[in-house]
């Protein structure tokens, strides 16, 4: 059973920076590419950046291009969301997404199967 722990969120001032992480389980991690998304009140879920299994491959939302920074480390079955710069309108709960091949690769609308319940960022003015 595939398993996508996030956590790293929390309450952040305008400029601030914050580390998510996603702790996977009960895949091949090595052989998985993930991506990071975010939902914010009362609108749709939105890409926010993506990494190859491979590790070498990344892209990212022009929202968040620049600021953030998606990693991954194989050894510990994680993924990471480094975020700075952090702005009001980056609040949202933001939620890990994995898939063996994510169809609408490098597209703003990449689609994964596997999904973590999410964890909060909220970002004051």
């Known amino acids: 059973q595939v398993r996508l722990v996030e956590s790293g969120g929390g309450l952040v001032q305008a400029g601030g920076s914050l580390r998510l992480s996603c702790a996977a389980s009960?895949?091949?991690?090595?052989?998985?590419?993930f991506g990071w998304f975010r939902q914010a009140p009362g609108k749709e879920r939105e890409f926010v950046a993506a990494?190859?299994?491979?590790?070498?491959?990344?892209y990212y939302a022009d929202s968040v291009k620049g600021r953030f920074t998606i990693s991954r480390d194989n050894a510990k079955n994680t993924v990471y969301l480094q975020m700075n710069s952090l702005k009001p309108e980056d609040t949202a709960v933001y939620h890990c997404?994995?898939?063996?091949?994510?169809?609408?690769?490098?597209?703003?609308?990449?689609?994964?199967?596997?999904w973590g319940q999410g964890t909060q960022v909220t970002v004051s003015s």
């Open positions: 009960g895949l091949n991690f090595r052989t998985y590419a």
């Open positions: 990494i190859h299994w491979s590790g070498g491959r990344t």
């Open positions: 997404a994995s898939d063996f091949a994510p169809t609408g690769w490098g597209t703003p609308a990449p689609r994964f199967e596997y």
